[in-house]
């Protein structure tokens, strides 16, 4: 068994190399629209939008239902979590041209992107049962321009 003095260098060590390897980030909170994030992104991979899901993020993963429970959630006004975007610059990657890369959010931004556009039609939705079957273009303009 290690003695005592063993272990509090161990952990000692632990502590220099997390230190030593911590990393400071800039970091600030922006709220755009709905509208906003539709203009600025383009699900297409080869895509040249603002905001853009990198090549190491999954695919569109979530089904249907998933995708229409979280637009009901946005609709009903619950709290979803931050999308996580980040900068991108030359010093970082060669190519970057001042686009703004997905970092977590990228189920979210397209299931928005989809539901604005017309490319997803709500199923299985628990709160909001008269939506069933709907699309975006089907929401009152009022709600439309709340979404």
Known sequence: MPSVTAIEEFHNAIERQIESEK???DFD???YTVD???QQFDPNPNGNSDIFIPEYQRDDVWNQEQKSLF???LLIGLPIPYIFVADVDETEESDADGRIEIIDGSQRTRTIYQFRTDNLILKGLERLPALEGAKYSDLPPARQRRF
């Open 23 to 25: 990393k400071d980030f």
């Open 36 to 38: 906003f994030l539709v």
């Open 71 to 73: 637009i009901e959630s």
């Open 29 to 31: 909170i922006r709220e």
